[in-house]
């Protein structure tokens, strides 16, 4: 069956359109709303660790193996990183229209952790294999690959979100739940953290070697390495994806049903000036950071910026003539004005680009700060996994916190507080390792409920638009969310690869480490503490324009499961 596809299905039931049509297996009030098992919890966690195994690997790999692996110069990385960022502004938001529409008898979600496991997986592989091309042909297929792998991820992981906030309609309930999902994705990320030096040197091979005096072990093939690294990593999230497709289920579903045709849905899209405005003003903010505001280029940005603006207004003429015979109204446009007036959505679409953006500056440099600045690169493996087993211990505590704090409150506390102990690594010699690990303990337990919380919160965006508007788009919701994530990842790997090329970064020549710059060095220092920390204050700022608070919460709880059980029983 069709992602597009509004006929009914095995298990749904439908009422004739005008009477508040339920979507969703028929099922009563007490058991949509009962707790979930343990097992079930879990079954969704091992989605996260999936995905961790590429994000992860994305995070603190990434922009080190196109570097010092695939062969990039650090400028290159960073700019891919952004450019590749210009079809996801089409590609997720186009997910999340389909996966809200999509009617099987599975549900709307969860068949895409079928469907697109096996690329998923085969994408991941691709994007670590290194060609035997030339400088161009290696740039080439690093931005083919990059984009399909991030395809792959959008296809399978805003499903995956959004499933979160339709298996409950309990808050709190949806933040045990986003509980078990990060212990679960902090699993994956330790396995990433620890195993992933080992499992490279395994497969690639090791010999002693003799760089500047000092005799050390060296990877004999670390494009090998990489490769079947990720391969394992791969066959892992596929197996994953499906433990987590056979324990869930899908019991929120939306009051009313979202039907309109493809062709009310692309008249919208062709004519509405605002969808146009966003989108070039998105790739235009795109293309200034992929040239790092060069003031060469941003006169041909807003040349581009003002042409591609002319030609939308040409578009929507045309369009307005050619789609005069549709009258319905379009779900898509009713989707977009509800999500770009839900301030609480905006707002965490703003955090989540700023924090993540901190964290992969961050989690980029950690590498190169440990293996240039330390002189061993040895300590990261372990500076990673400490970090998360006490990200774990801090997640555990999310819920007994919120019920204290309140999200809000508790989010900006912990990203400020992770700001100040980040920014403390400025002042840290090369020789305090155990001050460096004992604070990355206490940052990481701290901003533990952070990425719990947030995805909590997400989902509460969503019954914020249902309880306003009495309509309900799970999908784009957390599609666009998912955006914000990316964007974010992009800007922070983007702006490693910018400060290595600005700090002057040697890479290796010809497979041979060099000497790093003391500009370089303290450069590392930086993007190790003051330029994150920024970003988290920022994103801390952020959440005070955010307005869901507990009470309103509770009512927002209250008031949709009313309507639902009073559409249930007018079935």
């Known amino acids: 069956m069709t992602a597009y596809e509004p006929a009914e299905s095995p298990g749904i039931a439908t009422k004739p359109p005008g009477q508040g049509a339920i979507e969703g297996a028929v099922t009563s009030a007490p058991e949509r709303d009962q707790r979930l098992s343990v097992g079930e919890k879990l079954g969704y966690g091992v989605g996260d660790t999936a995905s961790n195994l590429y994000w992860k690997t994305f995070e603190f790999f990434l922009v080190y193996f196109y570097t010092d ?4 110069t650090a400028k290159s990385a960073g700019t891919l990183m952004l450019v590749t960022r210009i079809w996801d502004a089409i590609n997720d938001p186009l997910v999340g229209y389909l996966a809200d529409r999509t009617r099987t008898a599975w549900g709307r979600f969860r068949p895409y952790l079928v469907w697109m496991a096996v690329p998923f997986a085969i994408t991941g592989m691709m994007t670590f294999y290194t ?7 290696k740039l080439i297929y690093a931005y083919v690959t990059y984009t399909l792998v991030m395809m792959a991820y959008t296809a399978i992981n805003i499903p995956y979100g959004a499933l979160m906030g339709v298996i409950s309609s309990d808050s709190i309930e949806r933040t045990s739940v986003s509980t078990y999902r990060f212990v679960a994705a902090f699993c994956g990320g330790i396995v990433v953290q620890y195993c992933t030096l080992g499992m490279v040197r395994y497969f690639g091979g090791t010999e002693t070697a003799v760089i500047d005096g000092v005799a050390k072990e060296v990877v004999v093939n670390e494009q090998m390495g990489f490769f079947w690294t990720m391969a394992v990593f791969s066959v892992a999230a596929v197996i994953l994806f499906l433990i987590t497709f056979a324990t869930t289920k899908e019991r929120v579903q939306p009051a009313v049903a979202m039907k309109s045709t493809f062709r009310a849905d692309l008249r919208f899209v062709l004519t509405s000036l605002r969808v146009h405005q966003v989108m070039l003003g998105g790739l235009a903010l795109l293309a200034c950071l992929a040239t790092a505001f060069s003031t060469d280029t941003l006169l041909p940005i807003l040349g581009g910026y003002v042409f591609f ?12 003539h050619r789609f005069d015979d549709v009258t319905e109204a379009s779900t898509l446009e009713m989707d977009f004005n509800d999500l770009i007036s839900n301030r609480p959505w905006m707002v965490l679409f703003g955090f989540g680009l700023l924090q ?5 500056v961050r989690g980029g440099a950690i590498l190169y700060y440990f293996k240039y600045y330390c002189g061993d690169a040895s300590l990261a493996p372990m500076f990673w996994v400490l970090g998360s087993f006490a990200a774990i211990a801090g997640m555990l505590l999310t819920k007994p916190l919120t019920r204290i704090f309140g999200k809000k409150n508790l989010m900006i506390g912990m990203n400020a507080g992770v700001a100040v102990l980040t920014a403390c690594f400025l002042f840290l010699e090369p020789d ?7 604070l990355q303990i206490a940052a990481s337990f701290i901003g533990g409920p952070v990425p719990v919380l947030l ?5 509460d965006t ?4 249902e309880w306003r508007g009495g309509r309900r788009a799970t999908g784009l919701v957390f599609a666009a969310a998912t955006f914000s994530q990316k964007m974010g ?4 790997a983007a702006m490693t690869g910018f400060a290595l090329d600005y700090y002057g970064y040697l890479q290796p020549l010809l497979g041979v480490e060099q000497s790093q710059t003391t500009t370089t060095l303290a450069g590392l220092r930086m993007m190790m503490s003051v330029i994150p920390a920024v970003f988290l204050l920022s994103a801390a700022a952020c959440l005070l324009l955010y307005n869901i608070n507990q009470t309103l919460s509770e009512q927002i709880e209250r008031e949709l499961q009313a309507r639902r059980t009073e559409d249930l029983q007018s079935t």
């Open 489 to 492: 990842c992009a800007v922070g």
């Open 69 to 72: 692996v695939f062969g990039l």
């Open 455 to 459: 995805w909590a919160m997400y989902a």
């Open 432 to 438: 305090q390792i155990k001050t460096m690990f004992a």
């Open 356 to 360: 993540l953006s901190g964290l992969f």
């Open 462 to 465: 969503a019954d914020y638009s």
């Open 131 to 137: 060609p035997n091309l030339g400088p161009t042909g």
């Open 309 to 320: 603006s002319l030609v939308s207004l040409a578009v929507r003429q045309v369009a307005l």
